[in-house]
């Protein structure tokens, strides 16, 4: 007997969660707090909280170090403790529509090296599908015990963060072992870019204005600086510049591996970005400028958000507020600590002043991160003041302007070239599209996909008898 479609949110209601249905609200709010594998809570992926209003912080000045508001969205109130669940729904809800999967006869392949693929256990297990994840062997160990506990399986490919191609070849051999295997490739498809790009996006926007509301800044972003993985979060920084047109869209990549920067590789411990390529959905035509984070001062930052003496350093001699410190200690990992780290360098970098506001993400959080810190105190010992007081003033006061190259006519034309590699001779994308991808009207054309797919989701949910349409 075939089964129900299960269908969620539009990218409207993931925006504007108070347009849904209000008894499905209801029931997914109260699900979010009983039952996070319950499939009502795709209703629940959104950057807003009940209220209406978006979850952000701004991050002390006494934590920054410079007189810019750097501004961070939080996701881990998402239901897999990270916002990647939004692209991976997307992403799955996308090709249901198109027909081209099925909870009855279908595996979906999720490539990842990280939240993408534990979004992909949650999001597409609950839409009904069996999920599997491809994850790199090297990554954390509660990124696999999220996997389990969403009900997916997982194959660790060999290596370390920055090694994508192995993926790419576990997803070739699962393709031609069955036609049953979907590749679900976020670095490829075109539902992780619409994702952040509208709902991302505009909440960005929301945020600031907010902020003006309540006395803080200009109610206009500054920059947007994001650290790319599958390089759907960059994203948003399409949609704030068109609000605002003079903008800065801020790309970061580890040191280690300095791909977009100086055609670099190399390996690296900031997970969940650095991927050794330049993906297909990453419109490098609009990024500004490309700067670099070291992989240890991200790790080394996380730590002194997270031990007690880091935390009692930051309150009791740095003057950050006991309550909000209490705060920022639930909302980074590695990666959120790297964007902080580049939008102090893009404060500084551009002469920012206090009316400015500099956006970032954290993507997930320390529930992920805790056997690295265990790692860092095994490597340098227990953190005590002096420890801490010398990460505060190296890692974040003292955030260095270098490796940092600003876009021009020519860099950006090597940027997006770098894509030819990957896609062209790897990936069997046609150059006729790779040159297209030059245009910003390429990208405005895969921005209006945004009402097509809604409007097919609408349909589907009319006819559709599942409870969760």
Known sequence: MKK?????????????????EPEIRK??????????????????ITWKKPNGQVHYVVIPKAITGVDANIVVMSGNHFPTGCHKVGATYSVTMEYQLKGLIDPDEDTLVYPSTGNYGIGGAWAGTRMGYDSLVLLPLM????????????????????????????????????????????????FEVMGNYRFHYYVTGNSLVEAVKDLQSKGIGNGRAAAFVSSMGSSGTIAAGDRMK???????????????????????????????IGDKHVTWIHNTQNMDA????????????????????????????AGVDEKQMEELQTLF???????????????????????????????????????????????????DRTMAAVRLNSIF???????????????????????????????????????????????????????????????????AVTAYC
């Open 242 to 272: 068109q609000e605002f047109y003079d903008a800065k869209i801020v790309g970061l990549e580890p040191t280690q591996c300095p791909t977009i920067y100086n055609n670099g590789y190399g390996g690296h411990d900031i997970q969940g």
């Open 333 to 383: 990992g590695i990666s959120g600590i790297c964007n902080i780290l580049g939008a102090i360098k893009t404060a500084k970098y551009y002469g920012l002043t206090s009316s400015d506001n500099v956006v970032t993400v954290a993507t997930d959080s320390i529930d992920r991160y805790y056997s690295v810190m265990n790692d860092l105190t095994a490597e340098f010992g227990k953190m």
């Open 139 to 186: 990554m954390s160990k509660e990124r696999f015990e999220k996997i389990d506990s969403f009900g997916a399986r997982y194959i660790k490919t060999p290596g370390c963060e920055s090694n994508v191609k192995e993926i790419y070849d576990e997803c070739k051999r699962l393709a031609a072992a069955s036609p049953k295997n979907k590749i679900l490739n976020q």
């Open 27 to 44: 029931k997914a709010l109260v699900a979010r707090e009983k039952d996070i594998l319950d499939p009502i809570n795709l209703y629940n």
């Open 290 to 317: 490309i700067m670099c984070i070291d992989d240890m001062e991200c790790k080394k930052g996380l730590q002194l958000f997270y031990d007690p003496a880091g935390f009692e350093y930051l309150v009791k001699e």
């Open 397 to 463: 006061y003292g955030a260095k302007l270098d490796w940092i190259q600003e876009a021009s006519v020519h860099t950006r034309n090597r940027w997006h070239n770098l894509k030819y590699y990957t896609w062209i001779e790897q990936q069997g994308k046609t150059i006729e599209e790779l040159n297209a991808q030059k245009s910003q009207e390429y990208w405005l054309k895969q921005q209006e996909g945004v009402k097509e797919f809604d409007a097919k989701l609408t349909q589907a949910r009319k006819s």
């Open 4 to 20: 129900n479609y299960v269908y969620g949110p539009t990218f409207e209601e993931m925006l504007h969660p108070e347009k849904i």
